[in-house]
T-cell receptor, first 114, second 110 residues
Framework: DAGVTQSPTHLIKTRGQQVTLRCSPK?????VSWYQQALGQGPQFIFQ???????QRGNFPDRFSGHQYPNYSSELNVNALLLGDSALYLC?????????????FGEGSWLTVV | DAKTTQPPSMDCAEGRAANLPCNHSTISGNEYVYWYRQIHSQGPQYIIH???NNETNEMASLIITEDRKSSTLILPHATLRDTAVYYC???????????FGDGTTLTVKP
């Protein structure tokens, strides 16, 4: 049973470019959340997707957008990249059925903006 | 989602129990307490979670105070591989948003 898988694992982009990160949730999970983790800090919540819609959003600008597909996989898109967007981007999946679900994280995508 | 407060760092001797505290005084009735750990900036690894009863699994025990304003994660026999950053979060998965603090860096020493 595969856990949460993310791709790519590492990538380098130039300031002003756009990036798409991908996430496949754990088998049986229907909810995907995205986090940004800067070096030395805890993960910061970006947004959560359920039933192909954004349900909750953290304090991130509109340059950060997402999508969830019918198979529950998800994408995180960041436009007009800034140097400060360099971080580890984490995807977490869970099941929406009840409030005390186990939430599983992927290994993350390291984004470096130069 | 409630804010949590953890000490920035702790040491523990190998083989001894590691007790990691977490304060969540503003936790609401439907928020669970979750513990994760992160090693070398890999993805956070789930450890345990609970609502109000104490919980135990193969990795750890979770003790939640009766008023639910604080909790303690117990690693019964710490090993060098338990050295990591440990995060406590108060979270309701139906609400969606979760807030991580900066966690506790646990260093297990030989």
């Amino acid at each position: 049973d595969a856990g949460v898988t993310q791709s790519p694992t590492h990538l380098i982009k130039t300031r002003g470019q756009q990036v798409t990160l991908r996430c496949s949730p754990k088998s049986g999970h229907d909810t995907v959340s995205w986090y940004q983790q800067a070096l030395g800090q805890g993960p910061q919540f970006i947004f959560q997707y359920y039933e192909e819609e954004e349900r909750q959003r953290g304090n991130f600008p509109d340059r950060f957008s997402g999508h969830q597909y019918p198979n529950y996989s998800s994408e995180l898109n960041v436009n007009a990249l800034l140097l400060g967007d360099s971080a580890l981007y984490l995807c977490a999946s869970s099941l929406q059925r009840s409030s005390g679900n186990t939430i599983y994280f992927g290994e993350g995508s390291w984004l470096t903006v130069v | 989602d409630a804010k949590t407060t953890q000490p920035p760092s702790m040491d523990c001797a190998e083989g001894r129990a590691a007790n990691l505290p977490c304060n969540h005084s503003t936790i609401s009735g439907n928020e669970y307490v979750y513990w994760y750990r992160q090693i070398h900036s890999q993805g956070p690894q789930y450890i345990i979670h609970g609502l109000k009863n104490n919980e135990t699994n193969e990795m750890a025990s979770l003790i939640i105070t009766e008023d639910r304003k604080s909790s303690t994660l117990i690693l019964p026999h710490a090993t060098l591989r338990d050295t990591a950053v440990y995060y406590c979060i108060a979270y309701n998965t139906n609400a969606g948003k979760s807030t991580f603090g900066d966690g506790t860096t646990l260093t297990v020493k030989p």
